[in-house]
Each structure stands twice: as structure tokens, then as C-alpha cells.
């Protein structure tokens, strides 16, 4: 996008938006993998699905133009896709997204959702939140994901296993290195140190 659109961008704040220079910021692997995994088409299919009689600006179009279009599509959700109907609650849709890796709707509902809403836990298992589930799936995507809408990466499940400790169960290194990354605490849970205990025994 040109540099009028990437100020406009930043002013929304990182709740809403991110920016990154091609050239002068570092894409890291696991970064790389999620816009990757994204894309523009992916993205736009749930951001822009009805453009509700407006156009698009063009690069030609003045700086008001632009800005009013970031901010309705991104600010206001003006053209953002709506919920699908279910009899579930957007927190347990989105867990269950979430064990489906199912990007497309896990996408939607955090578009949708509010923090309480996405940090709905789960019954039945142990009361892990969707990011335990994406880091027990080794879903890189997923974890970025989460993690942006604000997710709690502190979070413990009811036997208080952190997110890092799921994260060790695929050993997906990209998902701890994403965890860590973004603050959580380096610690074994009991059950990551019962693992950890054996592994050193055999070796
Ligand atoms: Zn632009």
C-alpha cells in the first residue's frame, strides 16, 4: 500500500491495524507464514464482503477519501461479513473453529467478537482457551492470530498448564517462539515438567 495509506493505518492503532515495512522491518518466519497463510483475498472476503454501494478509493483518490475508506472497513466494520447463524455462542464457535483450524470462520468470529468474548473457555477440556487449542494444534496462524485479538497469553487451564505448555505437546518451535515472543513467561507447567523429566531421563 503507498505511505498515505500506511499513516492512516498506524493512526488506527494496533488493535486494528498493523504495518510493516517490506523493505525496512524484519519479517520473521512465523510472521511470514501468517500473511502468507492470509492474503489480501482471504482477508478482504471477510473485511470487504459488501462494499454497500461505496468505492473502493484509488491511488488517486485525495487523503480524505482514503482514510474515510480504512476507517469505515476497519473502525465502523462497515463491510465486514456477518455472523453466520448458530446456536452456539461466539466464544464456543470460535473454540470450536479454532480445534477445526478452520481460518476462514476463526477469522470472522474475531472480527466479530469482544475480548470477553474470545477468551471464552472451554468445558469439557480442562477449560483451555482457543489459544491453548491453536498451540496444541501447533497452528502458528492460529497463535498470531489469537494472540493479536487479545487472547490472554497468561491464561492456565484448569490444571494451570500455560499456553507454552500446550504449545510443547506438537513441540511446534514456531508456536513457542511466537508465545515467547510476545511475553510469556518462560516456566514449566507440572505437566511440561513431568515431559521435561522423562525426556532427560532417557537421554
Ligand atoms: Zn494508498
Known amino acids: 500500500m503507498c505511505i498515505e495509506c500506511s499513516g492512516i493505518h498506524r493512526n488506527l492503532g494496533t488493535h486494528l491495524s498493523r504495518v510493516r515495512s517490506l523493505d525496512l522491518d524484519d519479517w520473521p518466519v512465523e510472521l511470514m507464514q501468517v500473511m502468507s497463510s492470509i492474503g489480501n483475498e482471504l482477508a478482504n472476503s471477510i473485511w470487504q464482503e459488501s462494499s454497500q454501494g461505496q468505492t473502493k ?3 488517486d483518490s485525495t487523503r480524505e477519501e482514503k482514510e474515510w475508506w ?10 465486514l461479513a456477518p455472523l453466520p447463524c448458530r446456536e452456539l455462542s461466539l466464544g464456543q464457535h470460535l473454540l470450536q473453529a479454532t480445534a477445526d483450524e478452520d481460518l476462514w ?3 470472522l468470529l474475531l472480527a466479530h ?4 468474548e474470545v477468551n471464552k473457555t472451554c468445558g469439557e477440556r480442562d477449560s483451555c482457551t482457543a489459544l491453548h487449542l491453536a498451540c496444541c494444534k501447533g497452528n502458528v ?4 492470530l489469537l494472540i493479536w485479538y487479545g487472547v490472554d497469553i ?6 494451570g498448564n500455560t499456553v507454552l505448555a500446550y504449545a510443547w505437546q506438537p513441540s511446534s518451535q514456531e508456536c513457542i517462539n511466537v508465545l515467547l515472543q510476545y511475553g510469556c513467561p518462560n516456566e514449566c507447567s507440572p505437566w511440561c515438567k513431568n515431559k521435561m523429566g522423562k525426556i532427560n531421563k532417557n537421554n
Do not use: C, N
Request: net charge positive; no cysteine.
Open 57 to 59: 478509493p484509488s491511488v
Open 70 to 79: 480504512i476507517r469505515a472497513k476497519y473502525e465502523q466494520k462497515l463491510f
Open 105 to 107: 470462520t476463526a477469522i
Open 113 to 116: 467478537g469482544s475480548w470477553k
Open 141 to 144: 496462524v492460529l497463535v498470531h
Open 154 to 159: 497468561m491464561a492456565g487451564d484448569a490444571h
